[in-house]
């Protein structure tokens, strides 16, 4: 049963039947893949992304087709996709998951371990929705959330939130800070948890008053937003 539909990827193998069954079982195994994560990922689900999840698997088998055992199509195809850049925005990491996820399934189906990619692929699919479901497992005593505060530019922003932050969270973190209207402003970005029985009104009323009553943005992280 997890023999190999097709023993290899050389040139005996490399037939119209074989590549065919190929070409159906990853695109089978990519739109399993992109339903998996449409259902697991609490962001709002990306249509570009879904579809993007279906073509790797078929795409990557292809290449492993037309690479088969020879060296010099392998040196020549890295060369072919060394050129090409990608100008997308960067991904979340369950995202790039989903991107290394689908790549193997690809390499697997291109190298005829039908049998195996299918039987990894139900058993991370399984894994994955488990994982996302299961809050239990990787619960976090409070509600994580995005802050973004504005300060003018001669408030000394180093330390100046960490006595609120001690009162309302059980962890903060910078994640970036900018300069914003020539210099006059910046606008500090913050991952942090706030504690489950707070006021958010009075959490941003302590701020607004360390901030001099500039903008502050706080939003749910990608991981509380519902699907």
Do not use: A, P, W
């Given at each position: 049963m997890l023999e190999t539909l097709i023993s290899s990827t050389n040139g005996d193998s490399f037939t119209l039947r074989n590549a065919i069954?190929?070409?159906?079982?990853?695109?089978?195994?990519?739109?399993?893949?992109?339903?998996?994560y449409n259902k697991t990922y609490k962001k709002s689900s990306n249509n570009d992304f879904s579809i993007t999840l279906i073509m790797l698997p078929v795409i990557i088998s292809i290449i492993i087709l037309l690479v088969g055992n020879n060296v010099a199509r392998a040196f020549s195809l890295a060369g072919a996709f060394s050129i090409i850049r990608f100008r997308s925005a960067p991904a979340s990491t369950k995202e790039i998951t989903y991107v290394f996820f689908s790549l193997a399934v690809g390499l697997t189906c291109g190298m005829g371990y039908i049998g195996y990619a299918v039987i990894f692929t139900i058993i991370l699919c399984g894994l994955m929705f488990l994982l996302t479901k299961n809050k239990l497992l990787f619960s976090t005593n409070g509600k994580s959330m995005n802050l973004k505060i504005t300060i003018p530019e001669n408030?000394?922003?180093?330390?100046?939130?960490?006595?609120?932050?001690?009162?309302?969270?059980?962890?903060?973190?910078?994640?970036?800070?900018?300069?914003?209207?020539?210099?006059?402003?910046?606008?500090?970005?913050?991952?942090?948890?706030?504690?489950?029985?707070?006021?958010?009104?009075?959490f941003l009323d302590d701020l607004r008053c360390k901030n001099g009553n500039l903008n502050i943005t706080l939003t749910c992280s990608e991981y509380d937003i519902k699907a």
């Open positions: 069954i190929i070409i159906l079982s990853s695109s089978l195994l990519g739109l399993f893949i992109s339903f998996m408030l000394n922003y180093d330390g100046v939130f960490d006595e609120i932050f001690e009162k309302y969270t059980n962890s903060y973190n910078v994640e970036m800070i900018r300069t914003r209207d020539f210099g006059s402003l910046f606008e500090l970005n913050y991952s942090i948890i706030l504690k489950s029985d707070i006021n958010q009104k009075n």
